[in-house]
């Protein structure tokens, strides 16, 4: 079980490694996390959230939000001028406990959360291809003992991945279809165009689908990043969220600045431990945590 420990947060180690080496290479500026602000992402409406509340804490009379995700403050940072960003991002999600059994979800974890100004779906697509077929590569050539002492064959990896819209995939696996789909397929695959949260993009074309994507693991490992182009103009913003009957007031910072119009852009982000759980064969993404954090379970340390 030792040894299985020092395993999980060696790959952990590498992932983080791996993930600041790529995006600087690829000409990303590396920004601070933001954990407390008045503004973070409502989760919502979203079929595939169970968030029971968003945590919060009261500093000098301010009511500050713990970050969900920081969606909303990429898109602020490139208003501020950045074209290519890209976060080591601490979230905190206080999923209902029922979440326990399904193997993927933690109610705090990591992810690696990035942003393009004027990019379109299909840069996203690429950059991550490349990203998960290097580090594929990379753990299978330099962690084959840490991969030994986990029993984990882990095959190898190479883009363009397939992609299906949502809609196609409910028609062919049913209502289950990320896990069905999950666990037939041999490479990761995209899953566009989910109805989702107001900042991913309806397409002006074809209304009702949406320039969003998850990407999803295979051999039953599921979802481990989902993105979209974003909604960058005030008047549609605001439709939105009222459709999505979220209280604005909430939003004000975000939707002040975006007023005069935000920077049209595409990103996702990646939960670390996820894809720890995927490169390491792990039964349950808690397991790769040094310092578990799984909803349901007391936490000790
Ligand atoms: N990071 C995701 C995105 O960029 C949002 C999220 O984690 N909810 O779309």
């Known amino acids: 079980m030792k040894d299985k420990k020092i395993a999980y947060s060696r790959i952990t180690s590498a992932v983080l490694k791996y993930s600041s080496d790529f995006f600087h290479g690829e000409g990303f500026t590396q920004l601070m996390p933001v954990v407390l602000s008045p503004i973070t992402d409502p989760l919502g409406p979203d079929p595939g959230s169970s968030v029971i509340k968003t945590g919060e804490i009261e500093y000098l009379g301010q009511k500050l939000s713990l970050t969900q995700s920081m969606i909303l403050h990429k898109q602020i940072a490139l208003k501020e001028g950045l074209e290519r960003i890209f976060i080591i991002s601490p979230n905190v999600r206080l999923e209902h406990p029922g979440r326990k059994e399904s193997g993927r979800h933690l109610f705090e974890f990591s992810q690696v959360d990035f942003e393009i100004a004027r990019a379109k779906k299909e840069d996203v697509f690429s950059l991550m291809e490349k990203f998960l077929s290097g580090i594929v590569f990379h753990i299978r050539s330099d962690y084959t003992e840490e991969l030994e002492i986990l029993g984990r064959e882990l095959p190898k990896i190479e883009g363009p991945f397939e992609v299906f819209t949502t809609h196609k995939l409910i028609d062919e696996y049913g209502k ?6 999950s666990m037939e397929k041999k490479m990761p695959f995209w899953a566009t165009s989910h109805k989702r949260e107001f900042y991913d993009k309806e397409d002006p074309s074809n209304p009702g689908h949406y320039l969003n994507y998850d990407l999803i693991y295979p051999e039953g490992f599921g979802e481990g990043l989902s993105g979209a182009e ?10 939105k969220i009222t459709r999505d009957k979220l209280d604005a007031s909430r939003y004000l910072p975000y939707l002040e600045i975006s007023k005069d119009g935000l920077v049209p852009s595409a990103g996702g982000g990646f939960g670390v431990e996820r894809m720890v759980r995927y490169l390491s064969g792990a039964e349950h993404v808690g397991d790769v945590q040094l310092f578990r954090r799984v909803p349901g379970e007391k936490v000790v340390v």
Do not use: F, T
């Open 230 to 239: 974003r909604e960058h103009e005030y008047d549609i913003i605001m439709k």
């Open 176 to 181: 289950d279809w990320e896990r069905e789909a």
